[in-house]
């Protein structure tokens, strides 16, 4: 797996660019090649948007072979880096974290998400001590394939329903990722944080790589990129909006008749050059 050891260290090096790091989420290869024929460095996949498309709710309802498989072919794709986005590893131990990032290097990947949510009402937040195992374990899986992945860890505390969770969800965020960092994290992630002044002070405080879930009511990528942010990304927003175009589309067709929503999209012979590149 050496091949993929020039791609690790160029989307590392990314993270530590003079530009901040874009990362437009995609879901199957049709959304990788739109993505890098658009210019852009390098690949993220979306773990809700690859289950959506699979017939399953978020969540790790869909299996590590089933994500693992599609990224797999996404990877085979594009010539630019991938970084895939594998929930919480796929399992509660740190065992299963190791065998979800061998899983991600042999289909081709250079980078991975690790959460630390974990779908229990009662328990939403794993036990930072488990998250840390897996950190851990995932470096050390990564190092005996020789392919330095970048991880980026997430912490899911600003995703927490109003009302429950750490009192001071700053204090708390800051705590995890602040340890994810220490346990080999090379970047860090906590989605549901878009407060400008919140973001800044997280940049200062952790003095490391940072992702912002990006979207509307969020501070703009130039404002993010003055505040030290390395990385956006947009979740599964762009898979959500393509729905939400077929869903007009859809409506327009019945209630009027006509096609309008249908401007805009990519002629067949555009489409099918790109699959012809694959």
């Known amino acids: 797996m050496t091949d993929l050891q020039k791609p690790a260290n160029q989307f590392r090096a990314m993270h530590h660019g003079p530009k901040i790091l874009l990362l437009p989420n995609v879901w199957d290869v049709a959304s990788a090649k739109v993505i890098e024929e658009a210019g852009f460095g390098a690949v993220a996949t979306t773990s809700a948007g690859i289950a959506f498309a699979l017939g399953y709710p978020d969540g790790q309802r869909i299996s590590r072979e089933e994500m693992l498989t599609c990224v797999a072919r996404i990877a085979k794709s594009v010539k630019v880096p991938v970084t895939a986005d594998v929930e919480a590893g796929y399992g509660d131990r740190a065992e299963d974290a190791a065998q979800t990032t061998l899983g991600v290097i042999k289909a081709g990947a ?133 729905l939400g175009l077929l869903q007009r589309m859809a409506n327009e067709l019945k209630t009027a008749g006509t096609y309008q929503a249908m401007q805009g999209a990519p002629s067949h012979a555009d489409v099918n050059r790109m699959m012809g590149s694959t």
């Open 110 to 242: 250079v980078g991975m998400n690790l959460e630390d949510g974990t779908e229990d009402p009662e328990h939403p937040l794993a036990d930072l001590n488990l998250q840390l195992e897996k950190v851990r374990a995932a470096r050390e899986a990564a190092a005996s394939k020789h392919v330095a992945v970048v991880l980026n860890a997430r912490t899911d505390v600003y995703l927490l329903p109003a009302g429950t969770g750490p009192v001071n969800r700053y204090d708390e965020a800051l705590r995890r990722l602040t340890s994810f960092r220490d346990a080999g994290a090379d970047c860090v992630f906590a989605p549901g944080l878009r407060e400008p002044d919140t973001i800044a002070r997280l940049v200062k405080d952790l003095r490391c790589p940072i992702n912002i879930l990006a979207g509307p009511g969020c501070p703009s990528v130039p404002e993010l990129e003055k505040f030290g942010v390395a990385r956006v990304s947009l979740g599964s927003a762009p898979m959500r909006a393509t």
